[in-house]
């Protein structure tokens, strides 16, 4: 019998996005634009946080808001309604974004920004598709990877999702306020988080009512500023 070539065709696509993820990031960098992936599962909270943070960064830097999602444009609607460049990306059915989309929807927000009578973003930020596994899968291109971890969802995920918080350098544990409903322990869920990720920097929060955003948009603010070489 005849040797058949086989070929991982997941592997290979990966491999492939790695690749031009790395380009994009290279380019990203050299036009000094920072570009933040936010990714989480459904109902977490990432428009609400995304809005948080904007206002808590609101003059230091030019922002600009991806929003993917398989269909509808709420999410963009809602950044839009605050003044700030946003685009709506649908994936056609994919669970994730990979770098190219990626760089097709840089393309389209700066087209929104120009609209609008402002620069091109310096600031990206991208709610990714609401997933725990595929996003975690694929390089956006970002400089850096943030998962919003919701009370509701409980402590354990982290330990149930491991590529998704080993891939990402930030942790927010969001709707701190509705702790008293669950059955959720703040310190668990932040071991688990150390489980997959040792050098996680952990920010507990509430999208609702403010809580925990200050030392978040600090915390993103000197990321951003490190990546862009400006001074804080």
Known sequence: MKDVKIIELKESIIEDNDKDAAQLRKDMKEEKRFYLNIMSSPGSGKTSCILRTLEGLKGRFEMGVMEADIDASVDAETVAATGIPAVQLHTGGMCHLDA?????????????????????????????????????????????????????????????????????SAVLINKMDSMPAFDFDLE????????????????????????????WCEWLASQAAAWLGKEQ
Do not use: H, W
């Open 100 to 168: 190219d989309m990626s760089r097709q929807g840089i393309r389209a927000l700066d087209e929104a920004a120009a609209g609008l009578g402002r620069p091109a973003p310096e600031f990206v930020i991208l709610e990714n598709v609401g997933n725990l596994v595929c996003p975690a899968e694929f390089d956006t291109g970002a400089a850096l990877n943030t998962v919003i971890l919701s009370v509701p969802e409980g402590d354990d995920k982290p330990l149930k999702y491991p590529l998704m918080f080993e891939q990402c």
């Open 188 to 215: 668990k869920a932040k071991a688990a988080v150390r489980v997959r990720r040792p050098d996680a920097v952990i920010f507990p929060v509430s999208a609702r009512t403010g809580e925990g955003f200050g030392a």
